[in-house]
């Protein structure tokens, strides 16, 4: 990855889709954290081409280096002028495509994408570099293989390839430096040319998947794209297509526990090289449904490690939309408390009370026959209780715990306020297990049965050292 996709700034030409003959001078700079913003230098006259405070579909441009740019999710976010009669404003950007124009986001003008993502090398751990050193002496025989590519049927109309490259040795004058880079990326590869927002949907799947696998957060490092419009031939009769980095975006991706080691991973590439088509077309075949759990999740990961609150509320959320889309989670169906259940308990309400609480309390009975946050950690402990046991010995211990805590910090309620007292070491260690018990879910859904858990986690050094018998001070 080069600095350029942690950062740059290039000074260019601008116009709107609605004026293209109407050229505005300003500058774009993108960092990782912040995302993109376009400042403009503009006459302190009213003008037509970028009005007051509005977000922009679509703008493009073209840098001082001749570079197309093209700009969407634009929003006005301000500006300020100078006295010598003209003002700058500035413009947040949601996506960047610099390399080529793109009409707009959901126009199928795009055929490839290749990703770079945190981890994926590590992940992978195949470089086809080996160095072996000969006993007793200085010499060294160091080779390069490239390794075979993996492509991957995910549907008709989509494959998914882990692509090696790499470059021509590169050697320093009289032979003192010789340098080999290998390179991995994913090569998303539709049947059929695609909009931005199929890829987008693509990229997240994978980066919650390599997220899952490396039990820590993954996400793009570089994205470019490729397009069959504007094409140009080249000296030798071949065809060129013209290709663009695409930014957006990141936020401030804080690792939950630092630089990770294989030994801290779920899985790796090799775990599963010879099952990985049916584990990663199980987990795109249920992205969807997983989609909200898979939110939860990263979110928790995303959230920094000394507010704990949040992250502890957003796993016992993530633990609770699991177990609704995938388990068994009401004692009737709804139509038999509909039925049998709720006109004999509406009728019960007292007459008198006012109305806007009599709703209230109907309200809350829609879903009396749903499964408590107990019951459903209660139920998934049990499922995983081969696995758990490894660990600790007493999961169960820990459900009181949680739901303590979760609603301490669901309603804050003041009159309980000063007879409960947070341990926020046990706060962590509860966060921790959380994290763990979806992972858990997840490997299930991607295929895994208890034994394959098992065995992959044999060897997981993180775990064993956060769960080693630790009793609970809120117990």
Known sequence: MTEEHDSFEETGFWWTQENPDEHMSGILSYNRQEGGLLKLLL?????????????????FGKSAKGTPISLFDCQDVGGSASSAGYETREIRVGVIIKGFYLPSLSQKDITDVYVDFQYLSLWLANSGITVKRQPSSRNFIVRYKEPMNKEIKISRDLSIVFLHWSNDPMVTPYDYEVTIKHEIYVWIKPCNKQCYYFFREVIRTLQDFLTIACSDLSYPLTINAITSSDTKPTANGRIRYPQ????????????????????????????????????????????????????????????????????????????????????????MTQNELDTDILPVLEAAIPAGINNDFRQSIKNKMKYLHEYSLSKRLNLLIKDNA????????????????????????????????????VNYGDVLYLCYFLKFLIELCFLREMGFNSDDIINQLKNNYRYRNIFRKRVLETQ
Do not use: C
């Open 244 to 331: 663009a980095e695409v930014y957006h975006s990141l936020g401030i991706w804080e690792r939950l526990y630092g630089e990770v080691h294989p030994s801290d991973m779920l899985f790796t590439f090799a775990d599963i090289e010879d099952r990985i088509d049916v584990i990663l077309k199980h987990w795109f075949d249920k992205a969807d449904l997983l989609k909200p759990v898979r939110d939860l999740y990263v979110s928790a990961i995303y959230s920094p490690k000394f507010i704990l609150e949040p992250k502890f509320l957003t796993l016992t959320q993530a633990i609770e939309s699991y177990h609704r889309r995938f388990r068994d989670s009401t004692y």
């Open 43 to 59: 006459a302190k006259t009213p003008t037509s081409i970028f009005p007051d405070a509005r977000s922009y579909n679509a703008i």
């Open 386 to 421: 081969k696995i758990l046991d490894l660990y600790m010995q007493d999961p169960t211990s820990l459900v009181e715990p949680i739901i303590a805590y979760r609603n301490y910090f669901t309603h804050y309620d003041p009159k309980s306020h000063k007879a409960f007292k």
